[in-house]
Structure formats: structure tokens, C-alpha cells
């Protein structure tokens, strides 16, 4: 069984970076979608970024596109999120999961429960 582990996250000024790892045990992460999900204070849980193992494809949901790269290292088992250009909206743990199936992210989608494996998460405050 796949387990996640996040770091990297801190207090950054706006305009600010950061970048997140997420250390996978386990499986390689090359048969997995790895997805980066995030909640803020007050607010629901909310699917950002995705990796796709099995397919090879990358998404983004559009409050982070043009800002947030996702990447994968395969002989580290880890995958990164890098965050320019933050802002105070983007204040909230972050946390990254997988569904242990091995099921793509066309199959997942950023449905929360269709991710049954999750890491503790990290907090990303971005404040001035």
C-alpha cells in the first residue's frame, strides 16, 4: 500500500514561491495519479493539480493554472508542486493523494472520495 507524505510548506510573502513534495512508500508513483488538493479555512476541499502515472498527462484547475507546476521524479518517488506568484487566496493546507487502484485522473476526476490514500498535509500561509 502507496503512503504520502507532504512537506514544504511556510509562511511566504504575495508574489512569493514555494515549492511542495510529496514523498510516495512504496508502489512507484509511475502507476499512479497523484493529485494535489488543498482546503482553506471556512471552505471545502479542493483539487488543484494532478499527475497522471498511467496516462502521462497533467492537469490544473484554472485558479492555479499559469502559476502551479506539478512535476514527478520517478527515482525519488516524489512528486512537486511549485507555486509562483502566490497570493493570500492561496492560504490553506495542501495535501496530496492517490487512489490506490491506480486508476487515471480521467477515471477520478477531483472527486475527494475517489482518493483513498492522503498525506497529513502542509500549510502554505502566504501573508505580508
Known amino acids: 500500500q502507496v503512503q504520502l507524505v507532504e512537506s514544504g510548506g511556510g509562511l511566504v510573502q504575495p508574489g512569493g514561491s514555494l515549492r511542495l513534495s510529496c514523498v510516495a512508500s512504496g508502489p512507484t508513483i509511475d502507476y499512479y495519479a497523484i493529485a494535489w488538493f488543498r482546503q482553506a479555512p471556512g471552505k471545502e476541499r479542493e483539487g488543484i493539480s494532478c499527475?497522471?502515472?498511467?496516462?502521462?498527462?497533467?492537469y490544473y484547475a484554472d485558479s492555479v493554472k499559469g502559476r502551479f507546476t506539478i512535476s514527478a521524479d520517478s527515482a525519488e518517488n516524489t512528486v512537486y508542486l511549485q507555486m509562483d506568484s502566490l497570493k493570500p487566496e492561496d492560504t490553506a493546507v495542501y495535501y496530496c493523494?492517490?487512489?490506490?487502484?491506480?486508476?487515471?485522473?480521467?477515471?477520478?476526476?477531483?472527486?475527494?472520495?475517489?482518493?483513498?490514500?492522503w498525506g497529513q498535509g502542509t500549510q502554505v500561509t502566504v501573508s505580508s
Open positions: 493523494a492517490t487512489d490506490s487502484r491506480g486508476l487515471p485522473f480521467v477515471a477520478l476526476g477531483w472527486r475527494e472520495n475517489e482518493y483513498d490514500v
Open positions: 499527475i497522471s502515472g498511467s496516462d502521462e498527462k497533467i
